[in-house]
């Protein structure tokens, strides 16, 4: 069965800092495809960037990237220029294949803080 | 613009009372899912649906069921309300995988419940 980890509970950033939030995924597909949502206090999820296992290279979006490291099956999120309005729960999640339709299987999140 | 809405942000129970939560989307999507949020825990999926009256178990079904009589809502029902069903609750909708190659789960708002 598919599962994501993250380690890390909760993260300080300075303003204008990058970070790096981790998730490591254990799964015995071949194919499969990784998410990152964003959690505001607001409750709604967000999604920011998708990895698929067979892509060649790292996916990015505006200032969020995916280092995809598929050896050590990590896929950790990158977000450059921390922005004060980043400050939210980050989920990694990772596809489940099979049955009608895909699901998605969470990891507990990460708690960011962007400092001024 | 994506839309998926809840019918409650706030909904205060007492126990053994039955709990309707609603979910409407309107982007025509197949795919319709619920989730409870527990810190710590990140999202278990309770029940998916990928067509009008069509539903699966998810995770963690016990003591829920669910509705889906038209393809854009998706209802959860709490038949006998317990404190331990005191929790976070995401609706999440998505359609087949299209020219992404990727099916990506939208979020309404979601719903955090108080049973008593």
């Known amino acids: 069965a598919q599962k994501i980890t993250q380690t890390q509970p909760g993260m300080f950033v300075q303003e204008k800092e990058a970070v790096t939030l981790d998730c490591t995924y254990d799964?015995?597909?071949?194919?499969?495809?990784l998410f990152w949502y964003k959690q505001p206090s607001s409750g709604e999820m967000i999604f920011l960037i998708y990895?698929?296992?067979?892509?060649?290279q790292n996916a990015t979006e505006g200032r969020y990237s995916l280092n995809f490291q598929k050896a050590r099956k990590s896929a950790n999120l990158v977000i450059s220029a921390s922005q004060l309005g980043d400050s939210a729960m980050y989920f990694c999640?990772?596809?489940?294949?099979?049955?009608?339709?895909?699901?998605?299987?969470f990891g507990t999140g990460t708690l960011l803080a962007v400092q001024p | 613009d994506v839309k998926v809405t809840q019918s409650s942000r706030y909904l205060v129970k007492r126990t053994g009372e039955k709990v309707f939560l609603e979910c409407v989307q309107d982007?025509?999507?197949?795919?319709m899912f619920w989730y409870r949020q527990d810190p710590g825990l990140g999202l278990r999926l309770i029940y998916f649906?990928?067509?009008?009256?069509?539903?699966e178990k998810g995770d963690i079904p016990e003591g829920y069921s669910v509705s889906r009589e038209k393809k854009e809502r998706f209802s959860l029902i709490l038949e006998s309300a317990s404190t331990n069903q005191t929790s976070m609750y995401l609706c999440?909708?998505?359609?087949?995988?299209?020219?992404?190659?990727?099916?990506?789960?939208?979020f309404g708002p979601g719903t955090r419940l108080l049973v008593l």
């Open positions: 999440a909708s998505s359609d087949s995988a299209g020219i992404s190659g990727f099916e990506t789960q939208y």
């Open positions: 799964t015995s597909d071949q194919s499969y495809g």
């Open positions: 990895q698929g296992s067979y892509d060649e």
């Open positions: 999640a990772i596809e489940d294949y099979g049955g009608a339709t895909n699901k998605l299987i």
């Open positions: 982007m025509d999507h197949e795919n």
């Open positions: 649906s990928y067509d009008v009256k069509m539903k």
